[in-house]
């Protein structure tokens, strides 16, 4: 019989379905005119393991090469089995794409595109996994009072809201507001009357402190409104301009 280079399977479950819908237990795998393996098993399923068997070397062997699985139905001895015996049926397959075939076309250039298209997708997503350790790492660094740091950078410092007037003061070099300090044995209630310091509910500090700083601080309104929204959508930046206010002796 001539020889048909057309492939008809490319794929090791193709070949299985066809060796066993020709029903013949006699077959052989070529290489071209090579013979790699023939076989006259007992059974059609002895036969079916063992072209398995075959088909999973040659896939694992990234072999680009086109093979050919011929049956036979009158052979009844291995020994019969050459290229030159007139076979029954045969059927062309390659298991392995060129282009990614050691020793296919362009030598091992595909293989080992493949491979190094792997390494660099590990190179990202090591880099993606370092990226976020870093971040979570300069987050606990925030927690833990790194965040002043970052503030001593000046355009850092602009776009925090002024915190009633201290924070811009301790990284500008400028005086800080001089306030009227108010004995708290002579601050004032809600009632308007005279209570001493260790009386007062946090409600009635508050109300006092915000009345102190309504004398120096005209936009304090603004200030505490940008604090509030900070708490909100900042949280980091808060705790380091409070960690500024705390450590602050006055």
Do not use: C
């Amino acid at each position: 019989m001539g020889e048909n280079r057309t492939i008809q399977a490319t794929d090791k479950e193709t070949v299985m379905e066809m060796y066993r819908s020709m029903n013949v237990k006699a077959f052989a795998i070529f290489d071209k005119m090579d013979l790699k393996f023939g076989t006259v098993p007992d059974s059609l399923d002895q036969g079916a393991q063992l072209l398995e068997q075959w088909l999973d070397w040659i896939e694992n062997s990234n072999s680009a090469a086109l093979y050919s699985l011929r049956v036979y139905r009158k052979v009844k001895d291995e020994e019969q089995i050459t290229n030159k015996a007139a076979y029954h049926a045969s059927i062309n397959f390659r298991l392995n794409e060129l282009s990614m075939a050691v020793g296919g076309a362009g030598g091992n250039a595909g293989y080992f595109g493949a491979l190094n298209e792997t390494l660099r997708d590990l190179q990202r997503d090591v880099k993606a996994l370092q990226k976020q350790r870093d971040e979570r790492e300069e987050e606990e660094e925030e927690e833990k009072g790194g965040f002043i740091g970052k503030l001593m950078n000046p355009e850092f410092i602009a776009q925090l809201p002024t915190l009633i007037g201290t924070v811009k003061a301790l990284f500008s070099g400028t005086a800080l507001p001089q306030y009227h300090d108010i004995p708290e044995s002579e601050q004032l209630g809600a009632v308007g009357q005279s209570l001493p310091a260790e009386s007062l509910t946090d409600d009635q500090r508050i109300e006092i402190a915000v009345q102190k700083l309504k004398q120096h601080v005209p936009d304090l309104a603004d200030l505490l409104t940008k604090l509030a929204t900070m708490a909100e959508k900042k949280p980091v930046m808060l705790k380091g301009a409070l960690m500024i206010l705390r450590t602050t002796k006055i």
